[in-house]
């Protein structure tokens, strides 16, 4: 079982930045399209950005497209969202996502194999 461990999150003001970061085991993480989602409270997770196994192409949310960017170094079996001009909005659990079978970025939670336990990202106003 691919274990996949998210860290970073914390209180940030608005206009503020974060990092999140999420580890992965195993060796075939490279082959893995990797993707973030998030749950505020009282609504559905929803998706935030995904990357391709290799890294070829990207998919984001319409809100966070221009301050939030994913990347992945496969060396080091680890995926980043890096957030940007952080808004009240975003708050929320970020959840990172590991899909073995499509490889490509998808928006689709249904793709996804495997799931982190979240870390609490909270923007103030």
């Known amino acids: 079982q691919v274990q996949l461990v998210e860290s970073g999150g914390g209180l940030v003001q608005a206009g503020g930045s974060l990092r999140l970061s999420c580890a992965a085991s195993?060796?075939?993480?490279?082959?893995?399209?990797m993707g973030w989602f998030r749950q505020a409270p009282g609504k559905e997770r929803e998706f935030v950005a995904a990357i391709s196994w290799n890294g070829g192409s990207t998919a984001y949310a319409d809100s966070v497209k221009g301050r939030f960017t994913i990347s992945r170094d496969n060396a080091k079996n680890t995926v980043y969202l890096q957030m940007d001009s952080l808004k009240p909005e975003d708050t929320a659990v970020y959840y990172c996502?590991?899909?073995?079978?499509?490889?490509?970025?998808?928006?689709?939670?249904?793709?996804?194999?495997?799931w982190g336990q979240g870390t609490q990202v909270t923007v103030s106003s």
């Open positions: 195993g060796r075939t993480f490279r082959s893995y399209a």
């Open positions: 996502a590991a899909d073995r079978d499509t490889r490509w970025a998808t928006d689709n939670s249904n793709e996804y194999d495997y």
